[in-house]
């Protein structure tokens, strides 16, 4: 595929060579660099600006996006309306700190209240980070309540982050590995299993939480099912527990609704968010409802960088925008279109196994391949598209929210010839 030959696509950068530590003499950029850690099994691309849904590399190179960041780019790049909000806010005032009272704070929880049905925000910079919050929060629960050892349902291939505690509550021994002695305190079950869960808990004093993501990401694009939810909230309000919804990454918008258990009509006790909130600004925040709201008093939990008034000014005009353009609506008919087109295309590879399932919800969705996929990441960049694979044989799109019909069938175009040709 010319690339270049896109519809719809500005005009490239300059073309110069890369330069650096990353490129060799002929200006290809090489996997690893040679002064920061070697944590990521790196995509040999170095991006250098965006527009909307696409981005060019240092080489003039030009992707189209389904990968946003890692769910990360609600509003694309150079969104017109967020770019110069958060030049206002940079000349205003970036930090200030939690010794004062951060305006911009109160502003976005009140947003995320409404939104969400909850009461409480506490603000923080990244996703483990809320998690870690929430984690906290439920076994302060417990303590409140005279539960000296607290412990905490947690599922079979979550993702919750790579701190210690978050990376215990994960369920995937690879990301374990190395790291032991993990945190105590957590109960595994299988998703979507109430009876699994009723029987992991029976007569279990101890139990203060569950804690899930309402689909998982990490994991292969897994959903907990609708009557799961609403199982698993009356099992919490029965058992006095709190229902803790990690919306990381299926929240803000990216489902077609602002966050994904509200497909179940449910209404967690929790909620940690990062990722699509500051649409590439850090940001992380922790909702809560009334359960859980009063649990932290002055002293118990905080962070340097959470709800500065930049990542607040970010949260805040990222909610704004995406009403004013209707991004929830954008991303149900999208991720629609994705998944109807995607059905089309493959129905060869569906009826022979080849495709096992299409799945995920809006503009979250999982490709799942009867075997492993990951060298279709570098394939896919090299004709100039960027997404991501999970769970070995997982083809993960999460594009932004502004994706349009047209930049969904480029996608299309793209990917299914790869598929095709990968499983041939
Ligand atoms: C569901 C979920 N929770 C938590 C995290 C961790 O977020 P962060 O990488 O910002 O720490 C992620 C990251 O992928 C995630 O998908």
New binding site residues.
């Given amino acids: 595929m010319n690339v270049a030959a896109l519809p719809n696509q500005l005009a490239p950068a300059p073309s110069a060579p890369a330069s650096g530590a990353f490129a060799d003499a002929a200006g290809f950029i090489t996997a690893a660099s040679p002064h920061v850690m070697n944590t990521y099994g790196r995509v040999p691309i170095a991006l250098s600006h965006g527009q909307g849904c696409r981005v060019w590399d240092v080489n003039g190179k030009a992707y189209i996006d389904g990968l946003g960041g890692?769910?990360v780019n609600t509003l694309g790049h150079n969104h017109p309306k967020l770019v110069p909000a958060l030049q206002d806010q940079i000349a205003k005032i970036i930090h200030s700190s939690n010794y004062y009272h951060v305006p911009g704070q109160e502003q976005l929880a009140k947003k995320l209240v409404a939104l969400s049905g909850m009461t409480n925000v506490f603000f923080c910079s990244?996703?483990?980070?809320?998690?870690e919050a929430a984690l906290k929060l439920a076994r302060k629960f417990g303590h409140d309540k005279g539960i000296e050892r607290p412990e905490i349902v947690v599922y079979e291939k979550a993702?919750?982050?790579?701190s210690i505690a978050?990376l215990s509550a994960t369920g995937n021994p690879k990301i374990q590995a190395g790291f032991g002695p993990l945190v105590e305190g957590f109960i595994r079950v299988p998703i979507n299993d109430i009876a699994a869960l009723k029987q992991a808990t029976q007569g279990n004093p101890n139990v203060v939480a569950v804690f899930f993501?309402a689909i998982?990401?990490?994991g292969g694009i897994h959903a907990m099912h609708l009557d799961y939810l609403r199982d698993a909230r009356k099992l919490c309000d029965e058992n006095d527990w709190l229902m803790m919804i990690?919306e990381?990454?299926?929240g803000m918008g990216r489902t077609g609704k602002w966050f994904a258990h509200q497909w179940a009509g449910i209404v967690p006790d929790v909620m940690?968010l990062?990722?699509g909130l500051g649409s590439g600004v850090p940001i992380?925040a922790v909702v809560a409802g009334p359960k859980a709201a009063n649990i932290f008093q002055p002293g118990n939990h905080g962070t340097t960088f959470g709800g500065n008034p930049l990542a607040m000014r970010a949260g805040v005009e990222t909610i704004r925008i995406m009403e004013e353009e209707g991004l929830l609506a954008n991303a149900e008919r999208v991720g629609a279109h994705f998944k109807a087109a995607l059905a089309r295309e493959l129905a060869a590879e569906i009826a022979n196994g080849g495709v096992k399932e299409i799945r995920g919800q809006g503009l979250m969705i999982g490709i799942d391949l009867a075997k492993p996929c990951g060298v279709i990441l570098t394939q896919a960049a090299d004709i100039g598209l960027l997404l991501s694979v999970t769970a070995d044989s997982v083809i993960r799109l999460v594009p932004p929210l502004i994706i349009t019909l047209a930049e969904a069938d480029e996608i299309i175009r793209i990917l299914c010839p790869l598929i095709k040709q990968h499983l041939a």
């Fill in positions: 890692i769910a990244t996703g483990l980070e809320a998690n993702f919750h982050g790579r978050t993501e998982q990401g990490e990690d990381v990454q299926c940690p990062a990722k992380g």
